[in-house]
Structures are given as C-alpha cells and as structure tokens.
C-alpha cells in the first residue's frame, strides 16, 4: 500500500522557519496533486498548500506569502517551507494524495510567542 511520512516538524519561536518533507512509499502510479493540511487541537483539519504534478502551487490565505510549497517527483516527495511562523500556525500538519484520500501520519509544528 502507499505510505506517505511527513518530518520536520518542532518547536519554534514566533518569527522563525521550519520545512517539512512528505515522502511516499510503496507503490505510487500517478500523482494528480499533493497537498498539506493541518489539524490543531480539538479543531477540523484544514487546507494549507498544494501542488499539482505540473508545479503550479495554490495555497490557503492564511498562509501565503510565507509558506512554500514544492514537489520532487523523482524523490515522489513534497515539501512545505514555513517562513515567519505564528502560533496560530501551531498544528500537526499532514500531507496527502487527495484524489486517493490517502493521508501521513502528521508532524507536529508547535510555534510559541
């Protein structure tokens, strides 16, 4: 089966930048997109990033402008580089082949103030 596990994840100060890896296991045959979202607790997991297999890349208000999202298919991997981070920002993040509905297992961004 297909495995997705994100890393990167940890404990930063306001202001500061983390990147996030999603690599894919397993057996993968096509790629439409893969995306990020995020789950803080007791709250609904969310939209961040994504980016389709062309590279064209879409991303939540919230966090454009600071965040990057990229791909590197030969790795069948993705990325999320965080820039100036809030503790707004502070969730277990997730990547996933959406038209699959195949979710990581997360990694955890806490950001303190």
């Known amino acids: 089966q297909v495995q997705l596990m994100e890393a990167g994840g940890g404990a930063v100060q306001a202001g500061e930048s983390l990147t996030l890896s999603c690599l894919a296991s397993g057996s993968i045959f096509r790629i439409a997109a893969m995306a990020w979202y995020r789950q803080a607790p007791g709250q609904q997991r969310d939209f961040v990033a994504r980016?389709?297999?062309?590279?064209?890349?879409d991303y939540s208000d919230s966090v454009k402008g600071r965040f990057t999202v990229s791909r590197d298919d030969a790795k069948n991997a993705a990325y999320l580089q965080m820039d100036s981070l809030k503790p707004e920002d502070s969730a277990v993040y997730y990547c996933a082949l959406e038209a699959m509905g195949l979710w990581g297992r997360g990694t955890l961004v806490t950001v303190s103030s």
């Open positions: 980016v389709s297999m062309t590279g064209s890349t």
